[in-house]
């Protein structure tokens, strides 16, 4: 554990690996009011997974900023070479510097001298700032697309190819090999372990009858993963085909699969899906499916060798 005191006014900064429970419930209540503020969550879903003080993960680091014993920020930085960091500053208590302090500490932790990649969920002017003053370059845009429409027409599925959906504690190991396999070029999504798969379906948004596979001589080569939450539109969660089965129409038929549930069966006509800006095949597979671009957001990447 570091604790950092700043005599400007920014406060109190600790970084731990693990949050007490009640660091972790002050977290969890500043990223709520951001997210209300904002209109958009500060941190993606596996972060926000990972500030469980009962589930300490292995190479996240934790910055817990205070001012008077108050958590007015957060900042969470995941791996190494780069590492991954997303951050917020209580609604309440921006436009002091302490989002500057609690950037310059992360900058100043361990595994920054490898470089870091920070997220600027939604492009926030405020974070792009930021990126600005300590010389941190865009590398990554991750789009967030929406459609509001009926849903498309079925599309029929490969010949020998059959579906059905996921079954807990049968389907685990499967699906992760296929995802590690389809999504290989992907970090993020090709390294997901037992853990990351477990902690998602103990969500209580998890329903294995929006979770598609697709199964070829009983082998699995491709699923639709959806996902709803309330008062929230639907989501094309992940959608991913086994390497051997592309250019065959296997991914437009799961794509077609998930959105027929969520606007028929669950009465979404508004879904989104995340997709990275070049990834151009996709994009052009989701905007004849009638997405359009909602919001974006931002990874910028700092470098030791730039200004602090």
Request: hydrophobic fraction near 40%; charge should be negative; avoid cysteine.
């Amino acid at each position: 554990m570091r604790i950092s005191e700043n005599t400007s006014g920014a406060g109190r900064v600790e970084r731990v690996e693990a949050l007490t429970p009640g660091q972790a419930g002050e977290v969890r209540e500043l990223l709520a009011a951001a997210a209300r503020a904002d209109g958009r969550e500060a941190v993606s879903e596996a972060g926000r997974l990972r500030i469980r003080p009962d589930s300490p993960r292995e190479g996240v680091r934790h910055l817990v900023q205070s001012v008077d014993g108050a958590v007015v920020g957060y900042a969470q930085v995941e791996g190494a070479g780069p590492g991954t960091v997303e951050l917020t500053v209580a609604p309440a208590e921006r436009g002091r510097g302490l989002g500057g302090e609690l950037v310059r500490e992360v900058l100043a932790g361990p595994g920054a001298d490898a470089g870091l990649d920070f997220w600027a969920h939604g492009g926030l002017p405020a974070a792009r700032h930021l990126a600005g003053v300590h010389g941190a370059v865009l590398v990554r845009e991750l789009r967030q697309m929406r459609r509001t429409a009926p849903a498309p027409d079925a599309v029929p599925l490969p010949a020998g190819v059959e579906l059905r959906t996921f079954e807990p504690g049968r389907d685990e190991a499967s699906w992760l090999a296929l995802n590690a396999l389809a999504f290989a070029h992907h970090p993020e999504q090709g390294s997901w372990t037992q853990r990351d798969l477990a902690e998602r379906i103990a969500e209580p948004w998890f329903d294995p009858k929006g979770f598609f596979l697709a199964e070829r001589d009983g082998r699995l080569v491709g699923f639709h993963w959806t996902k709803t939450q309330p008062d929230g539109p639907g989501e094309v969660y992940v959608v991913g085909v086994d390497p051997a089965e592309q250019g065959n129409g296997l991914g437009k038929a799961l794509t077609a699969v998930g959105l027929r549930h969520l606007v028929l069966d669950r009465g979404l006509p508004t879904v989104m899906l995340y997709v990275d800006a070049d990834n151009a095949a996709a994009v052009r597979v989701y905007e004849r499916l009638g997405f359009t671009v909602h919001e974006v957001d931002l990874m910028y990447r700092w470098e030791p060798s730039g200004p602090r």
